[in-house]
């Protein structure tokens, strides 16, 4: 089945600083990627929709300058949050559409600590 | 706006029945998706509906109807490993440049009792 990775899994990092996520789909093309955000005991929010080739499209609500994302490639997607605060600590999880699927595969997820 | 709406938590016992209900009124539909997901885990697909009635796959099933905006997962045979939250999201192209995104709802806690 199709396969979405994500790196790292985990990190912590100081606030203040700049944190780049990978989420790469590893057994086919994905033209849209997805980012979401995860709350403790909430559902997913959608960040952002991410486009291969062009610039990202944001949720209302969603900072384009502090989320940047960037989908340089069919099977590449990154999320970097820059200036990071401690309330933007949580679960971060990228999805992937291979090319005339309905579905979206998930992949495991980044969970975010900032001190 | 887009709304999704399922119960926050529910309760059942194990080799029982449950039925988690989802609601949705939404501006743009092209499918309606069910979700695993168990705690610090991404989800997991487990059904996907675009056409009205049931779609069976063993011991789930899932149901839609378009025309009231309504969908349930059904779970039967509960095993312990069932519990988990159940996410129903919603396809669809919700903006002006038609995005084909997932909307989530909630989400519907599920616990099973020995």
């Known amino acids: 089945g199709a396969v979405v990775s994500q790196h790292p899994s985990w990190v912590i990092c100081k606030s203040g600083t700049s944190v780049k996520i990978e989420c790469r789909s590893l057994?086919?093309?994905?033209?849209?990627m997805f980012w979401y955000r995860q709350f403790p005991k909430q559902s997913l929010m959608l960040m952002a929709t991410?486009?291969?080739?062009?610039?990202?499209?944001?949720e209302q609500g969603v900072e384009k300058d502090k989320f940047l994302i960037n989908h340089a490639s069919l099977t590449l997607s990154t999320l970097t949050v820059t200036s990071a605060h401690p309330e933007d600590s949580s679960f971060y999880i990228c999805?992937?559409?291979?090319?005339?699927?309905?579905?979206?595969?998930f992949g495991p997820g980044t969970r975010l600590t900032v001190t | 706006g887009q709304n999704i709406d399922q119960p926050t938590e529910m309760t059942a016992t194990e080799g029982a029945i449950v039925q988690i209900n989802c609601t949705y009124q939404?501006?743009?539909?092209?499918?309606l998706f069910w979700y695993q997901q168990h705690a610090g885990e991404a989800p997991t697909f487990l059904s996907y509906?675009?056409?009205?009635g049931l779609e069976e796959k063993g011991r789930f099933s899932s149901f839609l109807s378009r025309s009231k905006g309504y969908s349930y997962l059904l779970l039967k045979e509960l095993q312990m490993k069932d519990s988990a939250s159940y996410l129903c999201?919603?396809?669809?192209?919700?903006?002006?440049?038609?995005?084909?995104?997932?909307?989530f709802g909630k989400g519907t806690r599920l616990h099973i009792l020995p």
């Open positions: 939404t501006s743009g539909f092209n499918g």
């Open positions: 999805s992937a559409r291979d090319v005339g699927s309905y579905e979206q595969y």
């Open positions: 999201a919603v396809r669809g192209g919700f903006s002006m440049n038609r995005d084909d995104k997932i909307i």
């Open positions: 057994d086919f093309q994905a033209t849209t």
């Open positions: 509906n675009v056409l009205d």
């Open positions: 991410s486009n291969e080739g062009s610039k990202a499209t944001y």
